[in-house]
């Protein structure tokens, strides 16, 4: 029997580079990367186009992900680390995960955790630390 070809995936292949990667989509690459790699084009058109600032985007990313009929850790992590790195300030992540909580309280239940983690972290590397804020 022929072996089946391999579909060409730009857009998973140029996701997996930026580091931005949910795990969970390694199984989707495997079982199905025609589905992943349309799925991904359809999500990165907003991220990678539009007039809202990466920083911006990245703080809805940590709302929808910490959204009560969500609520994905991973996601508020990774999202959370993406905000930061792209210049949000504690204050701006904190804002962004209390407006999530008229969905639920349970919003800032998984992601202020979160985000006491990461800041704690980021300042363990270093300069960036005035940046952010008391912890």
Do not use: C
Not at 31 to 55: M, S
């Amino acid at each position: 029997m022929p072996k089946k070809k391999q579909p060409k995936t730009p857009h998973t292949d140029a996701q997996r580079k930026t580091g931005d990667w949910n795990p969970l989509w390694n199984t989707f690459a495997e079982w199905d990367p025609e589905f992943l790699e349309a799925y991904l084009r359809l999500r990165n058109v907003p991220i990678e186009n539009g007039p809202l600032p990466k920083k911006i985007k990245e703080l809805i990313l940590v709302a929808i992900n910490a959204a009560t009929t969500h609520l994905y850790a991973p996601g508020v992590r990774r999202h959370i680390r993406n905000a930061l790195q792209h210049g949000a300030t504690r204050e701006e992540i904190l804002e962004a995960i209390e407006l999530t909580t008229v969905l639920g309280i349970h919003s800032s239940n998984i992601a202020i955790p979160i985000l006491a983690e990461e800041l704690a972290e980021r300042a363990k590397k270093g300069p960036a630390k005035k940046r952010l804020g008391k912890i």
